[in-house]
């Protein structure tokens, strides 16, 4: 064999490989949805119904937040939250007017967080529950609690800091 065919021979098997490769590295995108919970739907909300826009959302709520807002304050229902799969974020109220937010990624093994009921952020892959108020672990088998990400009220609107 001369170098040339071994060359080519290489070349047309990269090209095979990489041909028949692609559709598997194309199956491994992000979806939104994490590898641990494939039952995660990226616009699942706490209610599990397709979020919606945040101007459908203040349309909903009855009031309009500003054009980059994540949010209205309407939005939000006292002692509960509201998730939002694509920025990866729950924002919550524990108590009337006091809003709070933290990652929506659970610190057990990754999976966005699936509800917001009872006062509590819930992950539906293992059980965990955080609070509402601070993001506290309230059942494991998480051991950290989630991360408090910064926001900014103005008057009906919130915002990822």
């Known amino acids: 064999m001369t170098d040339a065919s071994m060359t080519r ?3 047309l098997t990269g090209a095979a490989v990489v041909g028949v490769g692609l559709p598997f ?3 491994c995108g992000d979806d939104g949805g994490t590898a641990t919970d494939p039952a ?20 909903a709520a009855g009031s309009e937040p500003a054009a980059d807002a994540l949010t209205s304050t309407g939005a939000v229902p ?3 939250g509201k998730i939002f799969a694509d920025e990866q974020v729950v924002v919550t109220q524990p108590t009337a ?12 093994q990754g999976c966005v967080v699936s509800s917001v009921e009872d ?8 059980g965990s529950r955080f609070s509402i108020a601070d993001g506290s672990v309230e ?10 990400v910064p926001i900014s009220v103005q008057g009906k609107s919130i915002s990822l800091s």
């Open 139 to 148: 059942n494991g088998p998480a051991s950290s609690p989630l991360s408090e």
């Open 97 to 108: 007017g006091e809003f709070k937010c933290f990652t929506a990624v659970c610190t057990h």
């Open 119 to 126: 006062g509590s952020i819930n992950c539906a892959c293992h």
């Open 25 to 27: 590295l194309a199956a």
């Open 9 to 11: 021979r290489h070349t």
């Open 78 to 80: 006292q002692g509960g």
């Open 40 to 59: 995660a739907s990226p616009s699942a909300s706490d209610s599990g119904t397709p979020s919606a826009t945040p101007s459908e959302t203040a349309s």
